[in-house]
């Protein structure tokens, strides 16, 4: 168990690019989610898959964003035609939700972007 | 409209005395609470989670008490050491919204030596 990993841990871009980020959950766990953490507050949610299927999304995630996990593996997160208000911290977390399971949602080391 | 709050931004203690980091929560439906620890530069870090079921869960110097009457909860660090210095975010989540967690804003610990 190596742990939910993130690439990059930090990217810089320009206003009106597109970024990618990858996501590696723990290697069991059926559940994987994003948030984004800006300065000063706590992570806020923005969205979830169960398996390969995308079951939430948060009014956070406009048009701009979009989320996969194709085979229930990996995720990726895009964000088109960035904004200085994306700049944030962007964290992956997974968890194992089952019968017997409890809730304990674990994060990778987040991927810090900045626009300028 | 901020469901969970963490009213203290920074809290400070001496080495070996307690640590009492304490979160309000508004939303009823809440069923789950978690607490994490971050450093700087480093994703959250589970440390002790209770269910709305039980009243206490402890976990070595870890303690977390919740009170659903008052929809408050806290978390003891007992004794505290300069290694707990991080910041702790309190969490929350319903099982029917897929558990998705809802954070305070968090509290900077620091335990000085």
């Known amino acids: 168990d190596t742990g939910v990993s993130q690439d990059p841990r930090h990217k810089i871009t320009k206003r009106g690019q597109n970024v990618t980020f990858r996501c590696d959950p723990i290697?069991?766990?059926?559940?994987l989610y994003w948030y984004r953490q800006t300065l000063g507050q706590g992570p806020e949610f923005l969205t979830y898959?169960?398996?390969?299927?995308?079951?939430?999304k948060s009014r956070l995630l406009s048009d701009r964003f979009s989320a996969e996990r194709p085979k229930g593996s990996f995720s990726t997160l895009e964000i088109q035609r960035t904004e200085q208000g994306d700049s944030a911290m962007y964290l992956c977390a997974s968890s194992l939700v089952g019968l017997s399971s409890s809730y304990e949602q674990y994060f990778g080391p987040g991927t810090r972007l900045t626009v300028t | 409209d901020q469901q969970v709050k963490q009213n203290s931004p920074s809290l400070s203690v001496q080495e070996g005395r307690i640590s009492i980091l304490n979160c309000d929560y508004t939303n009823s439906m809440f069923d789950y609470f978690l607490w994490y620890k971050k450093y700087p530069a480093e994703g959250p870090t589970f440390l002790i989670s209770?269910?709305?079921?039980?009243d206490k869960n402890e976990d070595g110097r870890f303690t977390v008490f919740l009170n659903k009457s008052a929809k408050h909860l806290s978390l003891h660090i007992v004794p505290s050491q300069p290694g707990d210095s991080a910041v702790y975010f309190c969490a929350a989540s319903e099982e029917t919204s897929g558990s998705r967690l809802t954070f305070g804003e968090g509290t900077q610990l620091t335990v000085n030596p």
């Open positions: 898959f169960q398996n390969e299927a995308q079951l939430e």
């Open positions: 290697s069991e766990h059926n559940r």
């Open positions: 209770i269910s709305s079921i039980k």
